[in-house]
């Protein structure tokens, strides 16, 4: 999952979204640098991801992808994802999409903390400066973000080749989408609650 499916299983869990944003940007104990309610966000992403690598619907989604785009299949499919929670926001969330970031940005600009890495500040303000959650409703704009990931470093040129395995079987990822995020969101729900 990607940064809309962080923001909004946060917002379902009644966790803390910047803490659900911070997961990729921050190594080690959570709880030496930040709050408990931000070190649990970083747990909650962290179990996210780790509950999506290993869920038998990837598996059979990686199996779209030839043998060489497969290798960098999963990080087109975070992206992708967010383009199927974007496209169905209505069947996930009672706000509309559009307010639903206007008031995620509020919240997670507003969250007291002493310290972020400055990756994270990069990225998150080009985010919310460029409305790329809102974007992803568009299929172009994800083979433009996976364009952007691909070249911040040469190892991940491939990226790009995953795209047109995205499109050819668009309403085959978008069924498995379906079947997997309402048990990725009752997963979290139990996660968030034990922790």
């Known amino acids: 999952m990607n940064f809309l499916a962080h ?3 946060a917002h379902h869990c009644r966790s803390s979204l910047l803490g659900n944003l911070l997961g990729d940007f921050v190594k080690g104990d959570p709880s030496r640098d930040y709050t408990p309610e931000i070190a649990a966000g970083i747990r909650l992403h962290r179990f996210v991801d780790s509950y999506t690598d ?7 989604a990686k ?10 299949s999963g ?20 706000q ?3 307010l639903f970031c206007q008031r995620s940005e509020t919240i997670v600009k507003e969250t007291s903390v002493t ?13 919310w400066r460029g409305r790329w959650l809102e974007s992803y ?9 996976l364009k952007r990931m691909s070249e911040r470093r040469s190892t991940m040129a491939p990226l790009t ?18 079947e997997f995020y309402p048990k990725l969101l009752l997963a979290s729900q139990d996660f968030s609650a034990e922790n």
Do not use: K
């Open 161 to 178: 080749q995953c795209y047109p395995y995205l499109q050819r079987h668009y309403d085959d990822l978008q069924q498995l989408f379906a």
């Open 137 to 145: 409703r568009d299929l172009e704009n994800i083979e433009f973000a």
């Open 63 to 72: 199996q779209f992808f030839p043998q060489g785009p497969r290798r960098y």
């Open 115 to 127: 310290h972020l890495p400055e990756r994270f500040a990069l990225v998150s303000e080009n985010m």
């Open 75 to 94: 990080i087109a499919l975070d992206v992708f994802w967010d383009h199927c929670l974007a496209t169905h926001w209505a069947r996930y969330h009672a």
């Open 96 to 98: 509309p999409l559009d």
């Open 7 to 9: 923001l909004h299983i």
């Open 54 to 60: 290993s869920a038998v619907i990837m598996q059979r």
